[in-house]
């Protein structure tokens, strides 16, 4: 969920209840030739009593079918959709549903509070402009919506889906989406606030919608609508030309992990719990935070007056504003500013201010917590895939920092909301990224920007549409552009010819009208080609595959021996604090990193770890406390007498790092401190020993 932010003013003179909405719904404003075939099945795409009358899809020709030379899937990748939003935030705020029993009229209708005329709209007031009124009729006429700038309309109507399907998309990843403080305050709601029923509810709609297309197609497991819960899965269902669709979770408070006043509200009992079920699910890949700075991690900020309003927010939920501080590095998250939102300030208590920021200081103090590198580790046991967008640097370096030195490389950027410089460490990993849903020029520009690192590491490329997700889509380049989509076009893969997308009485055109709903990304795509060329889109092209790596390499990680573990250890010296805690060598090896070797406060102090007998070493991780290594050199040893240098630096930072070298054998390996980073001694909470 996006949340891009309005570009609208908004009325200054509204008080009361309007104005908390104003503030905390402005956070969701921002947070939220034929292919080959066989006579015998020419019709599979076909369904066998589709709902009369329904929507059309404008798309004829064979959806391609089975793997290209090299063995590999084709396809677009959807990295980020929602498609039971409406579900989410007490039930109104998204009006329509993905699908309904009763037909297109019952699913494509408005909220009952937005008629007659959309006066009782305050949501389509606050995230659009204006007074908030339009045609609340959707099926047939659809005047005023689904469009490109209506954030509170059904976008993802299966027919829709289906359309993007038939225009070559092959996976799409429905991030079940929810925000209890959104909930709450909302005059609108006909269900619960908590966010894990939410979240329960979307996932069995999204298997009732695949139940619902099986239906059309003839029974269970006929329908182009596939639920995956694993990369050959997904790979079998594209090969059969039919889409996989992958579950995620993207909400503020995941588990019940909010934090009040900096304390965590959760526990890691919590987090197993809560991982265990939405695993079972079938949820493969999650955000750990979203908007609000949570007890798993620090967030991406959001700039100008509304992340002064969302800022606002934050205090009113939890008691803290957010905290800057110097970057340490290149990426930093969004600049705050100092710009105000009248509206969302009067709501705090009297004496209470939004702080200042110094324009120097970009980066959120709030990283990965204790509870969140306990979440990322979960997840990594259990083979789930991280989204990082929304996290703020400081927890997205500790995050891949985690994934690093275990080599996992389940890490997902999803819709242009991680820093860039970021682009190349993600891929090194084996991760997979794709752009948010922008218009053809800049779409292209920032893929351009990125294209010689996927040439580097052979990936293709994603886009996320984020449909029902508040973000504002690309809207129309005119009827008189100089470079036009012309209707009819062929798909990517040449077998299918794609005209103009009509439901009802309503045709949408993408040169006039925009990207409306999900069924315009086929037109979209064109729009990619036709303004850049083919290479973008062959990138596109290959998202597919790219994505079905990164799921398939996390699936077969193997988590390596430590060597280290248990093994004996010694140290020039241990720092003393009182007889009743030790900072001993063993500590540094015995696999909880809540315990921790220390020295004493001065140079040339030295870890020395015996693996037993001579083994191969390739790399060793080292999670340093506070007190960290500037300059420190790895050494091994076969005799622990006569030391070789098998890695060193003189720019170490703290963290987490991880160090790599040729192989060698040795039976003894030691970490030897030359110059500290501060003012105290040496110390590490784990040192971790690999042949791999």
Request: charged share 20%.
């Amino acid at each position: 969920m996006s949340m891009r932010p309005p570009t609208h003013s908004r009325t200054s003179g509204r008080r009361g209840p309007l104005a908390v909405l104003s503030l905390l719904l402005a956070t969701v404003a921002v947070l939220l030739g034929p292919a080959p075939g066989s006579a015998a099945d020419s019709s599979w795409w076909d369904p066998v009593a589709r709902p009369a009358p329904d929507s059309q899809i404008n798309v004829t020709g064979a959806p391609f079918k089975g793997t290209d030379e090299r063995g590999e899937v084709r396809g677009f990748v959807d990295a980020h959709n929602h498609l039971m939003s409406n579900e989410a935030f007490g039930g109104r705020l998204i009006c329509g549903k993905t699908f309904s029993e009763q037909g297109v009229a019952d699913a494509l209708k408005d909220c009952p509070e937005h008629y007659p005329d959309g006066s009782l709209a305050i949501f389509d007031f606050i995230t659009k402009g204006g007074d908030g009124k339009h045609d609340p009729d959707g099926w047939p006429t659809f005047k005023d919506w689904p469009a490109h700038d209506s954030l509170t309309h059904q976008q993802n109507y299966y027919a829709w889906v289906e359309r993007a399907w038939r225009g070559g998309q092959r996976v799409l990843v429905n991030d079940l989406v929810t925000n209890g403080v959104i909930c709450s305050v909302y005059f609108f709601k006909d269900r619960s606030c908590d966010e894990m029923t939410s979240i329960r509810l979307q996932a069995r709609k999204t298997y009732e919608m695949q139940d619902y297309i099986d239906k059309m197609f003839g029974g269970p497991g006929k329908g182009w609508f596939r639920i995956v819960t694993d990369s050959e899965q997904a790979r079998d269902v594209i090969q059969q030309g039919k889409l996989a669709v992958v579950l995620g979770v993207e909400t503020s408070e995941p588990f019940g992990c909010k934090q009040i006043l900096d304390v965590a509200q959760c526990s890691r009992a919590d987090i197993d719990r809560g991982l265990d079920e939405l695993h079972q699910l079938g949820v493969r890949s999650m955000f750990l935070c979203h908007k609000f700075d949570n007890a798993l991690c620090g967030v991406r900020f959001d700039g100008g007056a509304l992340g002064t309003a969302i800022n606002v927010g934050q205090f009113l939920s939890t008691g803290t504003f957010w905290k800057t501080e110097k970057c340490t590095g290149p990426q930093h998250d969004n600049p705050i500013g100092l710009a105000a939102a009248p509206q969302a300030e009067k709501q705090l208590p009297a004496g209470v201010s939004v702080p200042g920021y110094a324009a120097d200081a970009q980066c959120n103090t709030r990283g990965l917590t204790e509870l969140g590198e306990y979440a990322v580790r979960g997840m990594m046991q259990r083979k789930m895939m991280l989204e990082i967008d929304h996290m703020s640097v400081k927890a997205t370096g500790r995050a891949l920092d985690i994934m690093e030195s275990a080599a996992y490389p389940g890490v997902i950027s999803s819709h242009s909301w991680m820093d860039l410089n970021w682009t190349e460490r993600v891929y090194g990993l084996g991760g997979f990224i794709a752009q948010y849903m922008n218009g053809s020029e800049g779409f292209i520009a920032e893929a351009k920007r990125t294209e010689a690192l996927r040439e580097k590491y052979g990936v293709g490329y994603g886009y996320g549409t984020d449909m029902n997700g508040v973000g504002g889509w690309p809207g129309p380049r005119g009827a008189d552009t100089p470079t036009p989509v012309k209707y009819p076009f062929r798909s990517t893969d040449g077998g299918s010819v794609i005209d103009r997308q009509t439901t009802g009485q309503r045709t949408w055109d993408l040169n006039t009208d925009g990207a409306a709903h999900n069924g315009m990304v086929p037109d979209w795509i064109e729009d990619i080609r036709v303004v850049g060329g083919q290479d973008v889109v062959n990138d596109l092209f290959r998202g597919a595959e790219s994505y079905l790596d990164t799921w398939g390499a996390s699936e077969r990680h193997r988590a390596g021996v430590n060597l280290a573990s248990g093994a004996p250890a010694s140290a020039s010296t241990t720092e003393w604090w009182n007889p009743f805690t030790t900072f001993a060598a063993s500590r540094a090896v015995d696999g909880d990193l809540g315990t921790r070797w220390a020295s004493e406060w001065k140079d040339g102090q030295w870890l020395r770890i015996d693996l037993g007998k001579p083994q191969l070493v390739k790399k060793v991780t080292l999670d340093w406390e506070r007190a960290y290594g500037k300059a420190y050199r790895v050494e091994v040893s076969d005799d622990g007498a006569a030391w070789r240098t098998a890695w060193s630096t003189t720019s170490g930072d703290g963290g987490l790092d991880t160090v790599t070298f040729s192989g060698t054998t040795a039976r003894y390996v030691r970490i030897l401190g030359q110059q500290r980073g501060t003012d105290w001694g040496y110390s590490l909470r784990e040192v971790g020993v690999y042949s791999g």
